[in-house]
């Protein structure tokens, strides 16, 4: 499994961005996909998840609200709207897929074996 994700930049604080992660291998629909975020001097950081299923989705307290995680099975792609960015929103994110992950470990980045390259989010205040 190969995972690329994009869309990061430079933006100033309350503005969007949008992040996308394309996924290689034909079974995406099959894996949880989640988003994480390092900023400097910080460990990695769980940000959202969304399950195979699409039934539930997941944040940080941190981001719940502003933040939308979504995937499109059809395109191999995921998403993750963020809104009314903060400062403390720069980071670069990561996005992260595993096959079987249970609820209780869908927050933890040891759950996941396949890591995109990451990209990096600038928020000015």
């Known amino acids: 499994v190969q995972l690329q994700a994009s869309g990061g930049g430079l933006v100033q604080a309350g503005d969007s961005l949008r992040l996308s992660c394309a996924a290689s291998?034909?079974?995406?629909?099959?894996?949880?996909m989640a988003w994480f975020r390092q900023a400097p001097g910080k460990e990695r950081e769980f940000v959202a998840a969304?399950?195979?299923?699409?039934?539930?989705?997941y944040y940080a307290d941190s981001v719940k609200g502003r933040f939308t995680i979504s995937r499109d099975n059809a395109k191999n792609t995921l998403y993750l709207q963020m809104n009314s960015l903060k400062p403390e929103d720069t980071a670069v994110y990561y996005c992260a897929a595993d096959t079987s992950i249970i609820t209780s470990s869908i927050r933890r980045s040891n759950a996941y074996r396949y890591w995109g390259q990451g990209t990096l989010v600038t928020v000015s205040s």
């Open positions: 291998g034909p079974t995406f629909s099959d894996r949880v």
């Open positions: 969304i399950p195979r299923s699409r039934s539930a989705t």
